[in-house]
């Protein structure tokens, strides 16, 4: 069963998956070149003196080797000769305004700054307190210290942690390389090309358009520009092709044998529709099948009273399975067929009753009339559109317009056995929001199995 697509998808999820190591190595290549140019730019950058000095720059400066204290130092050393200079060249002008001031004596004295200290020392022996030169002695001689005492009093203070907190942590040279090597990535465009391979498969295996944009928006959001390991590119890919196509059934708990023994005061009555050649009438006996192994009493209605021959082919059925059919002639009103046959089972207590119809096209809209009447007069619990499983987009754009025209509940996919492509397995539910409940896979009355999407899904081979 769907054998042609799998080996589509496989072909193609193996090509996507080249692909995105192909692509991810060249956008590398790129990111690398980019990457050195930011660094040759970040170079330059610091290579030039900064105005301000930040608490890193600092503490990178204190632990290279470079002693600020030092520095503060020679700047006030610097300050000081430059002082000192200033101080010498106005020396000259000082002596001559005191020369014209002063007698010689005191010049010749103000001019002996050298013997200061031996005449403050006879001062003290004799006595005498020079309390005006001591001063000035103390006020050189402290000038030192409290240069000192400020540079201790004013260390690097660190800023707050906060600030170290907003450094955006970078990743090693190691952790980067890591990650290059077990990691690829791709852009939107990178993957555009790269799903066409897998689009043209969905295409060629029926799958309708609606359904190929909806895989191609989930592989998008997995893919592109998200890393992906090397070594699980092509898993990535089955894994979210799998999930994608897992959601395009309508989830159902509908049970029928349950909902037929619920129903106990009239008989459960179910239509079936669909066009000629699509496996319906079968269909309609392999329910009556299933439903005498299960112990409930059933009665057919011939409502096909347009195709030649249907009359007969349905009533070899019920002969063979051991039910009732309620049959007229051909080209009586088929409606008139199915309220008979609800009046039979209610008089003979029968639990279900199951309405053929003529197969019809659903282009021909005078049949479709004639089938809105047959909905009008039996109002049937349940409507199920049965269609050929092999005829793909055909299948469900039938499916599509019985659907607008009578509200269908479910589906049987008769011939799924046979079905190489299984567009239709995998878009009629998506595109009607109505959920499958059999499938046919063979032609013995007990070959019709309940719909599992995960039948479909190995199917494919992507479990």
Request: proline letters at 3%.
């Amino acid at each position: 069963m769907f054998k042609f697509l799998k080996d589509k998808l496989k072909s193609a999820i193996s090509k996507i998956s080249e692909g995105v190591e192909k692509e991810g190595k060249a956008e590398e290549k790129i990111t690398d070149q980019s990457a050195e140019e930011k660094e040759e730019a970040l170079e330059t950058v610091s290579a030039q003196p900064s105005k301000e000095k930040g608490f890193f720059a600092k503490l990178k400066e204190k632990f290279s080797g470079r002693d600020e204290t030092a520095d503060i130092k020679k700047e006030e050393k610097l300050k000081t000769e430059k002082a000192k200079e200033a101080i010498e060249d106005k020396k000259p002008e000082i002596q001559k305004e005191k020369h014209e001031l002063q007698p010689r004596k005191e010049i010749k004295e103000e001019i002996k700054p050298a013997k200061e200290h031996k005449i403050e020392k006879k001062h003290e022996i004799k006595g005498h307190k020079p309390e005006h030169k001591v001063h000035v002695k103390d006020e050189k001689h402290q000038k030192k210290p409290e240069i000192k005492e400020e540079l201790k009093e004013e260390p690097i203070t660190p800023q707050p942690e906060t600030e170290i907190s907003e450094v955006p942590e970078k990743k090693g040279f190691f952790a980067k390389l890591t990650e290059k090597i077990i990691t690829t990535k791709i852009n939107e465009g990178q993957f555009e090309k790269l799903f066409w391979d897998l689009e043209l498969a969905l295409m060629e295996n029926n799958v309708a358009i609606e359904v190929i944009e909806k895989i191609k928006n989930d592989l998008k959001e997995e893919l592109v520009e998200k890393p992906i390991r090397r070594n699980k590119v092509e898993e990535t890919i089955a894994l979210t092709l799998k999930s994608s196509i897992e959601e395009l059934f309508e989830k159902s708990e509908f049970d029928l044998i349950e909902e037929i023994r619920s129903k106990k005061e009239e008989p459960y009555v179910i239509a079936f529709f669909g066009i000629n050649g699509s496996g319906k009438t079968t269909s309609i006996a392999k329910i009556a099948n299933m439903l005498k192994e299960k112990g409930i009493s059933c009665v057919l209605a011939a409502g096909d009273t347009f195709r030649a021959a249907s009359i007969e082919q349905l009533s070899l059925h019920a002969e063979k399975i051991g039910v009732k059919i309620i049959k007229h002639g051909y080209g009586s009103d088929p409606a008139a067929v199915a309220f008979d046959a609800i009046k039979h089972a209610k008089a003979k207590e029968i639990d279900v009753v199951l309405i053929d119809t003529a197969g019809r096209m659903h282009s021909n809209q005078n049949l479709i009339d004639e089938m809105k009447k047959i909905i009008r007069v039996a109002k049937p619990d349940l409507k199920i559109f049965v269609g050929e499983s092999i005829t793909g987009n055909d299948c469900v754009e039938q499916a599509k317009t019985f659907n607008d025209a009578v509200g269908i509940d479910g589906i049987i996919l008769a011939k799924a056995d046979i079905d190489e492509k299984g567009g239709a397995a995998v878009s009629i539910s998506y595109i009607t929001k109505k959920p499958i409940l059999y499938l046919g896979v063979g032609q013995e009355y007990k070959d019709l199995q309940e719909f599992d999407s995960e039948v479909v899904v190995k199917s494919l081979g992507l479990a």
